[in-house]
Each structure stands twice: as C-alpha cells, then as structure tokens.
C-alpha cells in the first residue's frame, strides 16, 4: 500500500503565495503520474494539476501562470507552489498518485488525507 501525507495548507490573503507538499511512502514500486485536486465548498472536485514521471505537466484554465507543479522522483514527493491566490481557490487540496506497490500487482489511484487553503481578508 502507499501512503500520502500533506502539508502546507492554511489561511493567507488574497495576492499571496503558498506551496503545497505531498509525501508518498509505503510498499512502493513505482510512481507513475502526480496530481493535485481540489474541493471547493459545495462543489464537486476538480483537476488542479498534473505531472507525470517525465516531468510534463498540465493545469486548470484557472490556475495557470499561477501555480506550479514539480516532482522529486528520488523522495517520492509532489509540491503545488501556488501564487497570486484568489478567493476562488479556497478548497481542500488533496494529493493523488497513481502507483504500484510490492506485492499487489497493478497501477492503483492513492489519495491524501486533504489540506484546506482558504484565501481571505
């Protein structure tokens, strides 16, 4: 099994920055795809951005040129700098990787616990 663990959430004014961190662990063999989503309230959740083993990205309309996406494939982390925050992306942030473990054959969707990043004055 693989484990994910967030970090890096909290409250910050609208214009300010925050970065966002995942750690995976557990039996892993290997990591494919990385990606962040997010659940703003009362919605339902969305595609943040993505970034595969190769390092090649994609993002929402809504946050390009504002945040970015990097992986470390030698510490099994994922990160979400995010800058000029808006009121609009106050949401859970949630981790997700796609990765096979010893011992259980196949590629399997994993998902972090949640970080809440709220954007207010």
């Known amino acids: 099994q693989v484990q994910l663990v967030e970090s890096g959430g909290g409250l910050v004014q609208p214009g300010g920055s925050l970065r966002l961190s995942c750690a995976a662990s557990?039996?892993?063999?290997?990591?494919?795809?990385m990606a962040w989503y997010r659940q703003p309230p009362g919605k339902q959740r969305e595609l943040v951005a993505r970034?595969?083993?190769?390092?090649?990205?994609n993002y929402a309309d809504s946050v390009k040129g504002r945040f970015t996406i990097s992986r470390d494939n030698a510490k099994n982390t994922v990160s979400l700098a995010m800058t000029s925050l808006k009121p609009e992306d106050t949401a859970v942030y949630y981790c997700?990787?796609?990765?096979?473990?010893?011992?259980?054959?196949?590629?399997?969707?994993?998902w972090g616990q949640g970080t809440q990043v709220s954007v207010s004055s």
């Open positions: 970034i595969t083993s190769a390092g090649s990205t």
């Open positions: 557990g039996n892993i063999f290997s990591i494919n795809g």
């Open positions: 997700n990787v796609d990765a096979s473990s010893r011992g259980r054959a196949g590629v399997f969707p994993y």
